[in-house]
């Protein structure tokens, strides 16, 4: 099975980029560009993960992740930073981020909090490195 | 000289050794500069009254003394010149009261004569003869000891003046026993126009006697000379008997008068003098200025010792109170200098700091992009297999990787120097905290063969506190006790958990102590006991202050010689009393 990822980065290219990555790694991964559109885009379709980014164009990153684990609580979101310091870290870890990465970032590290092992959501840990 | 100079070092202002240079342009005054003029100012305003009331006193005291002086030399020489003239006067009554007493008959009688000369012995005293002489001149009677009877007179010099005034006093002169005598006359005019003159010969033992009854000091003199300066009555110090005395005759007066003159020897005199009436001779008191001026002497040593003494009494408190001033001034200056540099540096690292983050945000991004550009491009040649065999080209893929991945290691780097500015309250394990500070001095206490020994008991609980505040807090104190200890010393690191949320923690050295002088200072900014050698004076002043900052609380007890005992209280929590500062963002 197919993991359906939303990948959302101001950023077009490393969205871009990122989503095709993620594609050559058997994943199902679409990328938008702001916050709006990716709240949209949860709405319409469904989605085992995201990744996001904290600086959007719209919406505030943390407000996007707010809106998102009220509606899908279940839902796996790894945030991908270029600004965020630890304190933002700290509470997007308290609204229910599952790890969060200053950019740029290893991908394989990235799929690897992405895909999770099962009791991974209850020790949602920050990743420094 | 060795003591000298460590006096100097005692009593030395601290801001001597401050220099204005150009570099310190901060230094708002040349402290040296200041001190002298407000030395030398309140000198001047101090000493010049003090000397001019002194001076003016001293001119006072002497003028009054001189006065004085004179005064008493005047009513002396005044006295005397009445005994005198008292005493001639008697003398001449005597001859008068005869001579209208006796007859002209009678006293030509030589049995009669004699008679009288002894009773005028008696009576009297001094009295050698009694002679009559007619207008002629000739010596018609004479009672005495010479045989001067027919004697012829009428061409002498008493003569004649006794017949043109009617009274004559002579000089003193050697008679023919070569004592010194005198003779006075007294003319009777007859009534048939012609007269007789009464001649005496006075011994003057009785005038000498009347003067050196006059109790005058030691270095002191009185004499009678006459108006061509032979002295006339024995003198101490200004000439023998009937030769010509050392000293100016002073003029004419008929008052008593007090002048000022030089003895031969060129000391200063005072000379008090009368001009006896009615005689040849001039009454001379003279007096020595030094001896008379003793009690002026003592006085002035007495007023210039207090001068002096109060002159050295005043410039002391006048140095004492200059030095304090501005050694007040220069405190003042160094606080506010410090409070200048700190606020300066500390401002300038926050500018670095926010510069950093701004700059590592930025960067993030594009690095990013990189990022997953390479990624993708790998991924991609991954999959075919004509690139994957291809080494070279995965090899600068690769590279291209590793160094994107340095960049990032670089900005977090820099956001999280950014960070240190910001104190964030962390739970930490202080067991754990303190063994890896304490890394940082493993080594040396290997190589020193320092033994450390932690104490820190299993229910301290985990303290919410600042890092890096609390790893320089630690390192300081540390780093002091090291440099303290010698080589084996004994390094002691306790934490007792204390009522109220507190956590005390000691560390204990064995190591050279610090004076109980030194520890009212230690905790002032720039205070080294390091000296020039590198201490900035800084590590504990910076300590004290990030405990204060959390409400915590330092305290210092330490020997001589025995080793020195910080101690530390720290509340458990501080993120409740500290307000923390996002300064970094």
């Known amino acids: 099975m197919h993991m359906k990822i939303l990948v959302v980065d101001d950023e077009k290219k490393i969205a871009d980029a990122l989503a095709q990555r993620l594609g050559l790694r058997d994943f199902d991964a679409t990328p938008v560009y702001d916050g709006t559109s990716a709240l949209s885009r949860l709405r319409k379709d469904t989605f085992d993960g995201i990744i996001l980014d904290l600086r959007l164009p719209d919406i505030d990153g943390i407000q996007v992740l707010r809106q998102t684990m009220e509606a899908f609580p279940d839902m796996r979101v790894v945030i991908l930073s270029g600004h965020g310091n630890e304190q933002d870290f700290k509470i997007c870890l308290e609204l229910g981020a599952v790890a969060c990465f200053h950019k740029p970032a290893n991908i394989l590290k990235l799929i690897e909090s992405l895909v999770g092992s099962s009791d991974e959501k209850t020790s949602a840990s920050l990743h420094k490195d | ?585």
């Open chain 2, 1 to 585: 000289m060795k003591k000298l100079l460590h006096l100097f070092t005692k009593i030395k202002p601290k801001f001597w050794d401050i220099r204005v240079s150009k570099t310190q342009v901060q230094i708002l005054f040349n402290y040296r500069r200041v001190w002298l003029i407000s030395i030398f100012m309140l000198t001047v305003v101090s000493l010049i009254p003090l000397s001019m009331f002194m001076i003016f006193n001293f001119r006072l005291a002497h003028e009054a003394i001189q006065r004085e002086n004179r005064l008493r030399t005047e009513r002396l020489t005044s006295n005397t010149r009445r005994t005198i003239t008292y005493f001639l006067e008697e003398r001449l009554d005597a001859l008068r009261f005869i001579i209208r007493e006796k007859r002209f008959n009678t006293l030509k009688n030589n049995v009669e004569l004699i008679y009288l000369l002894r009773n005028l012995q008696m009576g009297f005293g001094g009295y050698i003869d009694l002679g009559l002489i007619d207008s002629f001149g000739l010596h018609i009677n004479y009672a005495g000891p010479f045989d001067l009877q027919g004697k012829n007179y009428s061409n002498q010099k008493w003569f004649i003046r006794c017949v043109e005034d009617g009274t004559y006093v002579s000089d003193v002169f050697l008679g023919y026993r070569k004592l010194p005598h005198m003779i006075i006359a007294l003319k009777l005019p007859m009534q048939n126009g012609s007269f007789y003159i009464l001649r005496t010969t006075l011994d003057i033992q009785k005038l000498i006697q009347i003067l050196s009854s006059l109790e005058l000091s030691e270095k002191s003199d009185v004499f009678l000379c006459n108006h061509e300066g032979l002295v006339q009555t024995p003198s101490k110090y200004y000439g023998e008997v009937l030769k010509r005395v050392d000293l100016p005759i002073p003029e004419y007066s008929h008052r008593t008068q007090v002048i000022e003159a030089t003895d031969k020897a060129g000391n200063p005199i005072l000379i008090g003098y009368a001009y006896i009436q009615n005689s040849p001779f001039i009454l001379m008191l003279v007096k020595r200025s030094e001896e008379i001026m003793k009690s002026w002497y003592s006085l002035r040593d007495e007023i210039i010792w207090l001068f002096c003494g109060s002159t050295v009494i005043i410039f002391i408190v006048i140095l004492g109170i200059s030095t304090f001033m501005v050694n007040k001034v220069y405190e003042a200056d160094q606080t506010r200098l410090r409070a200048m540099e700190s606020l300066a540096s500390s401002s300038r690292l926050i500018t670095v700091g926010r510069l950093a983050a701004g700059v590592s945000h930025e960067i993030n991004n594009p690095l990013a992009v990189i990022n997953e550009n390479a990624g993708l491009i790998k991924d991609l040649f991954t999959l075919k297999k004509e690139y994957k065999e291809d080494q070279q080209l995965m090899e600068l893929i690769d590279a291209v990787l590793d160094s994107v991945e340095r960049c990032g290691e670089i900005t977090k780097q820099l956001l999280g120097f950014a960070r240190h500015f910001e104190p964030q309250i962390k739970p930490l394990q202080l067991n754990r905290v303190i063994s890896e500070f304490l890394s940082f001095h493993r080594k040396e206490a290997l190589y020193r063969n320092i033994d450390i020994n932690m104490d820190i008991p299993e229910d301290i609980p985990v303290i919410y506190f600042d890092r890096m505040s609390l790893q320089q807090i630690f390192l300081n104190l540390i780093n002091n006790a090291f440099q303290a200890m010698k080589d084996g010393g004994h390094l002691d690191i306790i934490v007792n958990r204390q009522q109220n949320d507190y956590i005390s923690i000691i560390i204990r050295d064995n190591g050279c102590g610090i004076s109980s002088e030194d520890q009212k200072k230690i905790f002032e900014p720039f205070f080294t006991t390091k000296g020039l050698k590198g201490g900035t004076g800084l590590g504990l002043s910076i300590t004290y202050g990030l405990v204060r900052k959390f409400n915590g609380d330092i305290s210092v007890q330490s020997k001589i010689g025995e080793g020195t005992t910080f101690t530390v209280t720290l509340p458990i929590n501080s993120e409740g009393d500290f307000q923390n500062e996002n300064l970094a963002r």
